[in-house]
């Protein structure tokens, strides 16, 4: 019930915004609440909405920030860099004033994707212990609903919460578990974004600008384009209509036969309202939380755009780099989860969409700046497209953070093994891998598996592997002669076992650069 209150308050607020103010009061954004996280050690903008002309003071601590709202209502101060300490209390005066309370200094993230981001909590492994040990003062937790928009929009209904045993099980499961690695490994309060939704495409979270900007694109803003054109509401509602019909009669035999009950018809809508329509859920979901200061932000998607894996190369890095040109934060740190296994394990190697998806997001490191990548193909399962293992997600996501950003290299391994260069004497290949601190080794002493070798037919073997001393892997097959490529975990679900002795796995490779099976697909 009181979710619904909120929901009609902002929707309430949002006609009044759109209408012109008509009320003097001085309003904020809900991103901005009492128990919220203020990023610590970098220029806050505050901002909202007021009477066109009115004096709009925001004090905090010791500083007092005043501006005047312009025609259009529209008001923004920068606050000075701010330092954790106690809890503050942040005012907003104008011809009213807003007082927030609770307010704490530290690090904030956002966290964002498809699914396996939204994955909560009450869902993931050990949801019973981690839930009543879920009390943790200094998180904080701001859970943005799913929301689809043509348009930008301003704000969200939504609110500021602490972390407890009640609020923390429906909140994102590797969110959740990041921000408590970093809180615990920094000693300083944490702020959680959650911005997610299964089943989505990267095109629906990069912004329109972005979107126009890459050629390369075009082919997905044509294709919505087309569909826009070719909505006819009637004819989708009649289709609804007959398959509703036919649901009911399946649902009803299906109960009377006690087996499950089919999935009910969705019902129609127009193209340009569709969550996966390029932008619209940045419209709806991430442009209300800018120009918030934050850290960073964690992604975990890809499994909606794997079809389409060499276009992701170009998407992902155009979706990052909208973001960050509309924080005006300058390259924050960004940090996706590479796809996990998932599907049949094949007998023999094959070709993979979801390998090339996994290539195309190390592929976003070189392409921009301050991005990195966190693997996980040692988590999944073959049926389950979600595996419920979110801790070990969320702690390789916190050693990047954390190695990057705060000074902890000297103390922590960033990652699992990645591939640096091959070298073929003869009938064998050496793989060099770039290691760190931490050498190779396979999983408990296990035979090393999960590498492929193919000569000038591109027909590909398992390889007979073995570690070479610190930092490589020697690759060979009787059958491959003239050996001219290696490739490793290349596969829907891999199976290799190469880690490094903290057992962080190694990152899939190809050394070559054979056209994959995606490289021309360009539309859902």
Known sequence: MWNRCLLTAVLGLGV?????HVAADVKLPAVFGSHMVLQREMPVPVWGWAEAGEEVTVSIREQSKST????DGRWKVTLEPLTVGEAATLKV??????????????EVWVCSGQSNMQWAVSSAI???LEATSGNHPMLRLFKVPQISKAEPQTDVPAEWTHCTPETLPGFTAVGYYFGRQMQQS?????GLIQTAWGGTRAEAWTSAEGMASRPELRPLLDKWEQDDKAYDADK????HAVAMTKWKAAAAAAKSAGKAVPRQPQAPSEPRLDRHHPSNLYNGMVAPLIPFAIRGAIWYQGESNASRAYQYRTLMPTMISSWRKAWKQGDFPFYQVQLANFRAIQAEPVESDWAELREAQMLTIDAISNVGVACI??????LDIHPKNKQDVGKRLARLALVDNHGFGDRIERNGPTYRSLDINGSKCVVHFEVGNSPLTTYYREPLKGFAIAGADKKWYWGEAKVLGKDSVEVSHPSVPEPLAVRYNWADNPQGNLYNALYLPAYPFRSDDWKGMTADVVVP
């Open 236 to 239: 989708a509602n009649a289709a």
């Open 186 to 190: 920094l000693g300083v309060p944490v």
């Open 377 to 382: 193909t040692d988590l999944g399962a073959a």
């Open 93 to 106: 005066t104008g011809k009213n004033e807003l007082v927030l309370e609770d307010v704490l200094i530290g």
């Open 126 to 128: 050990d949801s019973d």
């Open 68 to 71: 005047v709202a312009g025609d």
């Open 16 to 20: 009044m915004w759109s209408a012109g």
